[in-house]
């Protein structure tokens, strides 16, 4: 129902940066009031909220694990969401998923998992010592 399109995603050694871009359906930007929002999830562990942003303040929310090292944005004339992951650690090792839920308040988009609707397909984040 909502296109996500993640890209950006590789291998990097530690203290290096990477720059993730979810494009995301046009209506997210243009229609409706949406919460945007970065997950992350190694196998066998449960999905985990990375950051968060609101599509009409630009309001924004980090787990305390990346904040000061993350920076969650957003250009809504061109309908895409960025994550600039900086300082980056072994331990930032993690599939990483574009998410999206309608959003009526800036309070609506806290990073739960279980309050987002829609997801990207992942895109693999390795961080090398």
Request: net charge neutral.
């Amino acid at each position: 129902q909502v296109q996500l399109v993640e890209s950006g995603g590789g291998s990097v050694q530690a203290g290096g940066s990477l720059r993730l871009s979810c494009a995301a359906s046009a209506y997210i930007y243009s229609k409706y009031q949406y919460c945007m929002a970065w997950f992350r999830q190694a196998p066998g562990k449960e999905r985990e909220g990375v950051a968060a942003i609101w599509t009409e303040t630009d309001t924004t929310y980090y787990s305390d694990s990346v904040k000061g090292r993350f920076t969650v944005s957003q250009d809504s004339a061109k309908n895409t969401l960025f994550l600039e992951m900086n300082s980056l650690r072994p331990d930032d090792t993690y599939m990483y998923y574009c998410a999206a839920r309608l959003g009526m308040a800036d309070s609506w988009c806290y990073p739960r998992a279980n309050l987002y609707t829609s997801w990207g397909q992942g895109t693999q984040v390795t961080v090398s010592s």
